[in-house]
């Protein structure tokens, strides 16, 4: 273990379906194997509410990197995926933004992308993106929820069930949740 562990925060979920999307993730980070704090809020609104971010990794990083996000939204006239391209291409190649270490996913009211530091801006596949520790266990309870849902269920209770099951399972994933969601 390093003398000076990072900050770390984990799992979040975005589902789209039946036109409404959401986006949520749950309120530990941890230094080393330490739950240092309970209650972190990794969803943010920015444009007035019209994209939602969350984040995974160095909490630090992921300011800066959602920061990033905000000013390259001013820049492109809140176009998500322009705005998000150009990040992911100023995080590949910029000295300092290049040893950021944390993931965002962003989502308004059409869709979800995932933007890592690799230069990569996925559009995930079923309208489900998930990211950080408790990620696989998300997106399998997504999936699972989505296929047998149909009308059933929202896109925010999807995330809301899919974050407590990985919660469940992941021991750096808590239930303390916070839910946005972009109609």
């Not at 789209?16 to 230094?31: C, E, L, P, R, S």
């Not at 905000?70 to 291409?89: H, P, T």
């Not at 000295?95 to 990569?120: H, P």
């Not at 849902?149 to 021991?171: F, P, Q, W, Y």
Request: glycine share 8%; charged share 25%.
């Amino acid at each position: 273990m390093s003398k000076n562990p990072k900050i770390r925060s984990t799992t979040v979920c975005a589902i789209k379906h039946n036109g409404q999307v959401a986006i949520g993730a749950d309120g530990q980070a941890t230094m080393g194997n330490t739950v240092a704090k309970s209650h972190v809020k990794k969803i943010r609104k920015l444009q007035d509410g019209k994209i939602v971010t969350g984040f995974a990794g160095s909490t630090a990083d992921a300011f800066t990197l959602l920061e990033r996000m905000d000013e390259k939204l001013n820049s492109y006239g809140g176009n998500m995926k322009r705005a998000a391209i150009e990040l992911a291409k100023d995080w590949r190649t910029d000295r300092y933004l290049r040893k950021l270490e944390a993931m965002m996913i962003v989502a308004d009211k059409d869709e979800i992308l995932v933007v890592s530091g690799t230069g990569d801006v996925l559009e995930p596949d079923d309208d489900i993106a998930t990211i950080g520790s408790g990620s696989s266990y998300a997106q399998s309870a997504a999936l699972a929820l989505k296929k047998h849902a149909g009308d059933k269920l929202t896109a925010e209770e999807m995330v809301r069930e899919s974050l407590n099951i990985a919660a469940d399972i992941c021991i750096y994933t808590n239930h303390n949740l916070v839910v946005e969601t972009v109609s």
